[in-house]
């Protein structure tokens, strides 16, 4: 069983210890612990050798010592491991709704956790407990195969004639990093939280035309399970992906040809039915009066769109194999894609200002 440990200040806060935790002999139990003086409670950390570590936002401990955010004990922890990667483990931040903000304004923060948790994410389940747990087991994988010849694709559990395929400058450059938790982070930013290699639920369907809210969704599931179009690497078990490139073949086998932008939601829902014998509905863009075009997700509202009725949202992107985010008019329309965080390409300047002025409208 994996050993984790949480830090927290409040007494109070020892029962997330246990939501944290996952019985079973793979399991995870996580143990309470109250902050002390910051070096000294690295040491403590460190000569542990945790397979986890859980920090709350603020370590002030009543004030007896000084008190300290959980930044700086996780950058002393992260510089620690770079001696001894064997021992690398994930740090995650539990932190309050209110806290969270204060994270989100410490940029240098975001490189020193792997994933946050509010405390409301942990009372509310399996979730994060997945997750969690996936964070640990990670880890292992990537200290087990550290050091190994294309250590990537062991990581990302790719093998053969796929491996050309998943081969990216940037991927193999995975091998380069100097510790465990530098490819965790790399992995889990570019190639699990994104649209690019890999696809989530959401954009699986929508690639596939298919309405989420329709019947047989579960079906096409089951059937993308037993054909092995589940990405099998690390942070799997947490965050369920399926492979960009198993999905458009698997579709292409089935269909005669690989769908493409042009194809309608309608075309390709219904090659499904015929051949799959499902009741699959075609997915819906917000937008009226569109030709059924769906080919994204919209990474404001998490609706289908259409490349024609959606713009490229502004970011720098490092690596070529990520597909930019985008937003769909509707919420250009709205306006709401500003309450995501997120900011529109200035190259879309003039259909933005279009939908914006009331130029173009949805009517509706
Ligand atoms: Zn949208």
């Known amino acids: 069983m994996f050993q984790g440990i949480f830090i927290d200040a409040f007494e109070n806060d020892k029962k997330l210890a246990d939501m944290m935790s996952t019985s079973g002999r793979h399991g995870l139990r996580v143990n309470f ?64 709704q209110e806290d969270i903000h204060a994270f989100f304004d410490n940029i240098t923060a975001h490189n020193l956790f792997d994933r946050y948790f509010t405390k409301s994410d942990l009372t509310n389940g399996s979730a994060s407990n997945q997750q969690i747990l996936s964070l640990v087991k990670g880890y292992k994988q990537l200290i087990k195969h550290w050091n190994k010849p294309d250590s990537w694709s062991k990581f990302l559990a790719v093998t053969g004639r796929e491996k050309i395929q998943v081969a990216y400058q940037a991927i193999r450059e995975l091998d380069k990093l100097k510790a ?63 492979w960009t490139h198993r999905l458009v073949d698997w579709q292409e086998s089935l269909c005669g ?9 309608e075309q390709r829902v219904s090659c499904f039915n015929r051949k799959l014998g499902l009741k699959l509905s075609p997915a819906k863009s917000r937008w009226p009066d569109t030709e059924g075009l769906i080919w994204y997700v919209c990474d404001s509202c998490h609706q289908p769109t259409e490349f024609n009725y959606s713009v490229i949202a502004h970011e720098a992107l490092p690596y070529r194999f990520l597909h930019p985010k985008r937003i769909c008019w ?14 529109t390409d200035d190259g879309e300047e003039l259909i933005v200002d279009k939908i914006q002025n009331g130029e173009i409208r949805s009517g509706t």
């Open 33 to 96: 612990q109250k902050p002390a003086e910051l070096m000294k409670l690295a040491g403590q950390i460190l000569n542990s050798q945790p397979d986890l570590l859980a920090l709350d936002y603020r370590l002030d401990n009543e004030h007896k010592y000084a008190s300290y955010q959980a930044s700086p004990l996780a950058q002393q922890l992260r510089e620690s491991v770079l001696q001894s990667v064997t021992h690398d483990f994930p740090i995650i931040l539990i932190s309050s």
């Open 257 to 265: 040809r690989a769908w493409g932008k042009l194809d309608t939601a």
């Open 330 to 343: 509707k919420c250009v329309e709205t306006g709401e894609y500003k309450e995501q965080g997120l900011e």
């Open 180 to 242: 465990p938790h530098q490819v965790a982070h790399a992995i889990l930013r570019y190639v699990i939280d994104r649209r690019g290699l890999l696809l989530d639920h959401d954009n699986v369907l929508t690639r596939l035309g298919i309405s989420k809210s329709g019947k047989d969704v579960e079906a096409i599931f089951d059937l993308l399970h037993r054909d092995k179009i589940e990405y099998a690497g690390i942070f799997s078990e947490g965050w369920p992906r399926w």
